[in-house]
Nanobody, 121 residues
Framework: QVQVVESGGGFVQPGGSLRLACTAS????????TGWYREAPGKQRELVAS???????TYAAPVKGRFTISLDNAKNTVYLQMNSLKPEDTAVYYC???????????????WGQGTQVTVSS
């Protein structure tokens, strides 16, 4: 019923930038909060940034000041602008969306398949 798809990953040199996009589609009534997570090899998945439908944002300490999360409610799309990238930002980045569908009275969390970000010289 609901699909969450990430895009925009790739390879970049230290100091470079990438922009990730996360789009939710399907029988969607509303997307309440969307979070970007990342999982590096040998590490646990961690929250990078999140944004509510009303635009309230949170950031993990390691990315504050370098990453910016934004949303387009009309497109059910959330963006993660990543600047001044460092090798330690290398990970698979996942999107998680809290979505209510038209045929439900409550919301559920949906994960995307992930997109690889590699920062290396």
């Amino acid at each position: 019923q609901v699909q969450v798809v990430e895009s925009g990953g790739g390879f970049v040199q230290p100091g470079g930038s990438l922009r990730l996009a996360c789009t939710a589609s399907g029988n969607i009534f509303a997307v309440y909060i969307t979070g970007w997570y990342r999982e590096a090899p040998g590490k646990q998945r961690e929250l990078v940034a999140s944004i509510t439908r009303g635009g309230r944002t949170t950031y993990a300490a390691p990315v504050k000041g370098r990453f910016t999360i934004s949303l387009d409610n009309a497109k059910n799309t959330v963006y993660l602008q990543m600047n001044s990238l460092k090798p330690e930002d290398t990970a698979v980045y996942y999107c998680n969306a809290d979505v209510r569908t038209y045929d439900s009275s409550w919301s559920s969390a949906y994960w995307g398949q992930g997109t690889q970000v590699t920062v290396s010289s």
